[in-house]
């Protein structure tokens, strides 16, 4: 390493020194921790939060995630605005005034309908991830774990669903299930859980070898048991890292569906539909209804690439120390 | 060699069946039949039946699907009964613009990316390198019709460079070639969000073969560091760039699909996303035939080029 050590490292390397130390008859002596005392072990975990923390681009991107997540849910709160009732006498008036960020075609004022917007766009984004993540997560366990002839099934049938186009198969799917955030969600979920499902039996197919998984076994546990108690927590690794990823390209595709006209029902709205007359704003000069949207959103997905691409290199850490 | 790609050929033909087959079930759920499109919806439930039954609507679904597998090796998509074409005329009619966008764009990116990414890695860590890599981090984040919008901002209306939309008059392929300026802001826009992706592989890439003993040993032998760059690091450093090219290729159609609706391009994308506002089902089914094909494809053409281009590489 080149980088000096931060306190808690160096009392870790310490630790680890201590715990050898040539006793007074030569030889080697052990300190063992007093009585009562607990002796500081870096877990995994803890060694991949500090990885994590250590780099400083993905931080400021999780500190830039949680207020924009804060902006979106507790906005409204301080800045009250009218997103039910439309309005055409007040339609696209510019920033300033009493309208932060200008009014769009209906009224509404753009500043708390960014908020608004937002509210569905995360929501269904984190949604999906869910969906899709438990779905993969359970299918990659049990093709993994059960192993042969219906593993080699289970797997040629992520493959074949993996060759259909993502973005067409689901903007299908939307022209009839669109308009709510649960329609939405499930539609973007439902075909988002394939690569989820890859990376987890991956990682079953070598943890089912490692012994004490084989103790499990021999101990008679159930296949329930040895999925939910023993695999799923320790695939949960490659998990977390992948949720990141899906989240930013579920809220992606979800603002491809609102561009093309397949998103939320007015008055609900997210980023997406917000930008669906996009090009007529552009001709018109109305600024304020095409950029703060477009940034907001791109500046989410941004961070989640970022934290996801952290979490990876922290995780292979903990891997590497397993 | 040859045994490998007729084997993968036939893998092929079973994941696409397999696609055509969740495919058309998830149509036909959505709409069993087009009877409401062709009769109007004041029509009678007795003429509905009548249709149904006069054009095959109310056989099994099983046996609706064979017979249209049977119609697709034989070169018939169905029938669009709200654009009054068959489906293999519409295709073929727009697959050409649509190949032209792509292609053009594919092309352009490629000579884009390929030199960004040794220039970044050979100065690597520097302000340059930051930038690019910022740069490309964000392109790679964001809605492609939104890069799309920017584009049109600056490009066409605050400087009047290129044309907004491609105009009415392009109404062949050989019109949007003829015109390459009318085509100048789609092909930038596909071409820009393909190198944000191609040239992070591009600097790994790179980067790897810089650190390799072949490369020390061209320098030490006194070549010029051009000469190093592409006679000998180039070559190597494109094989991954030949895979995800390959990889790439149904993200062109699906990325079209967006672009050329952005810019109103008579496509297949364009043709898709008029066939989803109608809903036209059997335009729908054909074109996400395609893009299943094209991944399929893809995947075994970039296989076998690397296999061609690195005698390192077994297929067995």
Known sequence: MTEPLSPSQQMEELGRAALVLPGPGGGLHELMPEGGQVQVVSSGWRLAVREFASNRLAVFALVLLIAIIGFCFLGPVFYQSNQTYSNPLVSYLAPGGSHLLGTDENGFDEFGRLMLGGQSALEIGAFASLVAIVIGTLYGAISGLIGGFVDGLMMRLVDILLSIPFLLIVLVLATKYNGTVLDLSLVLGVFSWLVPARLVRGEVLTLRTRDFVQAAQTMGSSRMRLIFRHLIPNAMSVTIVNVTFLIADSILAL???????????????????????????????????????????????????????????????????? | MLGYIIRRLGVAVIVMIGVAAITFAILHYLSPTPAYTVLGSKTTHAAILSWDKQHGYNRSELVQFLSYLGGVVHGNFGYSYKLNQTVSALFKE????????????????????????????????SPGDYAATALNFTLYSMPSFFLGLILIQFLALDWGIFPPGVSDTVTSTWQAIVHPQQLFLPIITLSLLNVASFSRYMRSSALDELAQDYIRLARAKGLSERVVLTRHLLRNACLPIITLVGLSIPYLVAGNLLIEVLFNYPGLGLLFYNALQLPDYNVMLAYTLLGALLTVLGNLIADVAVATADPRVRLD
Do not use: E
């Open chain 1, 255 to 322: 603002a491809l569906l609102g561009y093309l006209g397949f998103g939320l029902q007015f008055p609900h709205t997210s980023w997406g539909d917000m930008l669906g007359n996009a090009q007529n704003y552009v001709q018109n000069g109305q600024w304020w209804l095409v950029y703060p949207v477009g940034g907001i959103l791109v500046v989410v997905v941004l961070c989640c690439n970022l934290i996801g691409d952290a979490l990876r290199d922290a995780v292979d850490v903990r891997l590497r120390r397993r």
């Open chain 2, 94 to 125: 727009n697959a050409g613009r649509s190949a032209y966008l792509s292609g053009a764009a594919l092309v352009l990116s490629l000579v884009i990316a390929v030199p960004l990414g040794i220039a970044q890695a050979v100065k690597r860590n």
